[in-house]
């Protein structure tokens, strides 16, 4: 633009703030708003709208709100969008109730929020679990006379499965379909997946089959769905012709593809299959594949191969050690599940209530009550510290 001999303007810096915010050069960003305060370029709504999200994104709520105020120092008013991104901010970083009460405090002056602000609002205190509020939001939406749009279903149906609200969830899904909106697979695939996972195959056979009625293109997320729906299903057939749809649709299967059918070899005892395929598809460190291969092996009475194979790991979660102290009871180990369920605890992570009772059940009804005892006085600490 120098060479050839235009000058850069507020848009030009709003560009250039933007690229660097959407790259996380989040200091780049700060530079280019005091360069082209030096150059005396007056900055617009739309150049502290694109610097609050950005240090909100930063992690940093108090930078974004000094931008915020800097608006009325430079004689500017902010507009809809600059109060959504701070709602959206706010909330972010963990503040919530404060969006909230901020956004009662800006009602009081005149603002109206719009779809967008109760969207947002619906979005992060379902994601914070707070369904009471969410509640609360979603009717008064209903009353300030906006209609619930798509994006305003699919938040509280993800809420819905989340908390296992099944019901409620079909419902939404029921009422989105009756309005006639119109969305891709995204509702369809979250249902069916839920379903597949509490084991209600039947219902969630239907839902694919009117996901398909319905013209929603099959893209890898839905395949996903479909393949995980017939290996629950055990039809053999059904997957491996699904297998060859997705190679000929020109689609590369992904990760969880592979940890599907993993998963499955494992389920129906192939569990050598199971490791052969995770070697031919470079998986042999993938969580939730060897996850699956470990307590495959212990279901089959294989549980030194399966401790050896925990051994290797070099990253274990919950569901790891949830699956290996169930069949280390299982197989009667119960002085190896206690110390491996002390360990576990030991490092922060949470378990069942369920896996604790197991091991120290277990420990009593074999005749190791000091043991059972002891484990208990450590969980009882363990707790304490925590």
Not at 220 to 233: A, D, P
Not at 259 to 275: P, S
Request: aromatic letters at 10%; glycine letters at 8%.
């Amino acid at each position: 633009m120098t060479q050839a001999g235009i000058n850069p303007d507020v848009v030009t810096y709003n560009s250039l703030i933007a690229g660097a915010a959407r790259n996380c050069l989040f200091s780049k960003s700060s530079e280019l708003f005091d360069e082209m305060l030096e150059l005396g370029i007056v900055p617009d709504i739309w150049t502290f709208n694109t610097l609050i999200h950005c240090f909100f994104k930063l992690g940093n709520p108090e930078e974004a709100t000094r931008f915020f105020e800097g608006i009325f120092y430079h004689g500017l008013l902010p507009c809809p969008t600059t109060f959504n991104i701070m709602i959206n901010g706010l909330c972010m970083n963990g503040y919530t109730d404060n969006a909230l009460r901020w956004l009662r405090d800006l009602q009081r002056n005149g603002f109206v929020p719009g779809l967008v602000t109760y969207n947002i609002l619906l979005s992060w205190f379902c994601k914070a679990g707070r369904l009471g509020t969410a509640r609360r939001i979603l009717k008064e939406l209903a009353a300030s006379g906006y209609a619930p749009n798509a994006v305003t279903y699919t938040t509280v149906l993800k809420f819905c499965l989340r908390s296992r609200n099944f019901e409620q969830a079909l419902e939404i899904l029921q009422e989105m379909s009756d309005k006639g909106y119109t969305y891709d697979g995204f509702a369809y695939c979250t249902v069916v997946g839920a379903l597949v996972k509490i084991g209600r195959i039947k219902e969630a056979t239907y839902y694919m089959e009117k996901m398909v009625r319905s013209g929603v293109e099959h893209d890898l997320v839905s395949y996903n769905t479909l393949l995980n729906l017939y290996c629950k299903e055990g039809n053999v057939e059904a997957v491996y012709q699904l297998l060859g749809e997705i190679q000929k649709g020109g689609l590369e299967c992904d990760e969880y593809t592979h940890t599907i059918l993993i998963d499955n070899m494992c389920k129906t005892g192939n569990i050598q299959g199971a490791q052969q395929h995770m070697k031919e598809m470079g998986l042999h460190s993938h969580l939730v594949a060897l996850n699956s291969v470990i307590d495959g092996l212990g279901k089959a009475g294989e549980i030194d191969h399966a401790l050896k194979k925990f051994e290797s790991m070099e990253a274990a979660d919950s569901f790891t050690y949830s699956s290996l102290i169930h069949n280390l009871c299982k197989a009667r180990r119960f002085l190896c599940a206690s110390k491996l369920l002390f360990s576990c605890l030991k490092s922060g992570m949470k378990m069942l209530p369920s896996v604790k009772r197991a091991v120290i059940d277990g420990l009593h009804y074999s005749g190791f009550h000091k043991e059972a005892r002891n484990l208990r006085s450590k969980i009882r600490l363990l707790v304490k510290l925590h």
